[in-house]
Nanobody, 121 residues
Framework: QVQLVESGGGLVRAGGSLRLSCAASGYIFRVNAMGWYRQAPGKERELVASITQGGSTNYADSVKGRFTISRDNTKNTVYLQMNSLKPEDTAVYYC???????????????WGQGTQVTVSS
């Protein structure tokens, strides 16, 4: 069964750091783009950062210079290093991956279960 498993959320004070991890497992032919999204209470889910298989990255303006996305293709894992955290970063963070799977090698979007990040002021 193909799945994304996240870890690393928690409670941190403003100015602190957290590192999120997300590992894809199962019968996967190829892991394509990966990314992190977040959803705060009462708000829509938004893209935080994304990274292509080749390592090209894209960030939301609100996290540029503070967050760093990276990946280890040998482990099918994506990371989000979050520094200088602010209370407005509080949200549930979701991992997303575009996975090529199956006999016909179709691409599908998979989501992790979400991990809570809470930043206190």
């Amino acid at each position: 069964q193909v799945q994304l498993v996240e870890s690393g959320g928690g409670l941190v004070r403003a100015g602190g750091s957290l590192r999120l991890s997300c590992a894809a497992s199962g019968y996967i032919f190829r892991v394509n783009a990966m990314g992190w999204y977040r959803q705060a209470p009462g708000k829509e889910r938004e893209l935080v950062a994304s990274i292509t298989q080749g390592g090209s990255t894209n960030y939301a303006d609100s996290v540029k210079g503070r967050f760093t996305i990276s990946r280890d293709n040998t482990k099918n894992t994506v990371y989000l290093q979050m520094n200088s955290l602010k209370p407005e970063d509080t949200a549930v963070y979701y991992c997303n991956a575009q996975l090529t799977i199956g006999f016909y090698q179709n691409e599908y979007a998979y989501w992790g279960q979400g991990t809570q990040v809470t930043v206190s002021s």
